[in-house]
């Protein structure tokens, strides 16, 4: 069974600092998601990687596929408490069908004022 | 914009009770999802569907049906509700690709089994 590791499951900080949110496997994956969720609503995709080593910015978020395509970093500079909300990330192994996106069990931040 | 709607934020049931979720998507997408949310537990995938009339389990089907009758309805169906599926229901559509493809998720709903 293929799975994938989030850490950490819990962030609380102060609105301005940093943070990285961890996502690992022992396996590879052809392409990786990053959802957020807000609380009440479904989550929403921030982005996709899919070639090893890519990093992808969106505003104060850095994302990072790893060379071996196995792990995933998010990076959050200067958190804000509208970055708050569930991490989710999502995995599609290679070779798998539409159904087999494998998730993390997510990392819920929470940016304090 | 994709929306893809959820007929219910919240629903309490019975034990026992057959209770249907209902999921409509407005993009013509042909891959639609349902997974349930445990806290510390994730999004774990009951079944996904991505033709009409079509259907594959996911890794949790056990207590649960569907059924897709038009391309964009994904019914899902507690034949005789349990507590123990009491949890946060999410649908999703994607189109189908040549690689995964952006899921777009309604807003939920929140099953409670009494």
């Known amino acids: 069974t293929q799975l994938l590791e989030q850490s950490p499951q819990f962030l609380s900080i102060q609105e301005g600092e940093n943070l990285t949110v961890y996502c690992n496997s022992s396996?590879?994956?052809?392409?990786l998601q990053w959802y957020r969720q807000e609380p009440g609503e479904g989550p929403v995709l921030l982005v996709t990687v899919v070639t090893g080593g890519e990093v992808k910015k969106l505003k104060r978020l850095t994302f990072q596929f790893g060379d071996a395509r196995k792990d995933s970093s998010l990076h959050i500079t200067a958190a804000q408490p509208g970055d708050t909300g569930l991490y989710l990330c999502a995995g599609a192994p290679r070779g798998g069908s539409q159904g087999n996106l494998i998730f993390g069990k997510g990392t819920k931040l929470s940016v304090k004022p | 914009d994709v929306k893809v709607t959820q007929s219910s934020r919240y629903l309490v049931k019975r034990t026992g009770e057959k209770v249907f979720l209902e999921c409509v998507q407005d993009?013509?997408?042909?891959?639609m999802f349902w997974y349930r949310q445990d806290p510390g537990l994730g999004l774990r995938l009951i079944y996904f569907?991505?033709?009409?009339?079509?259907?594959e389990k996911g890794d949790i089907p056990e207590g649960y049906s569907v059924s897709r009758e038009k391309k964009e309805r994904f019914s899902l169906i507690l034949e005789s509700a349990s507590t123990n599926q009491t949890s946060m229901y999410l649908c999703a559509s994607s189109r189908l690709g040549t690689r995964f493809e952006k899921l777009f998720f309604g807003s939920g709903t929140q099953l409670s089994v009494l």
């Open positions: 993009m013509d997408h042909e891959n």
């Open positions: 569907s991505y033709d009409v009339k079509m259907k």
């Open positions: 396996s590879v994956f052809s392409s």
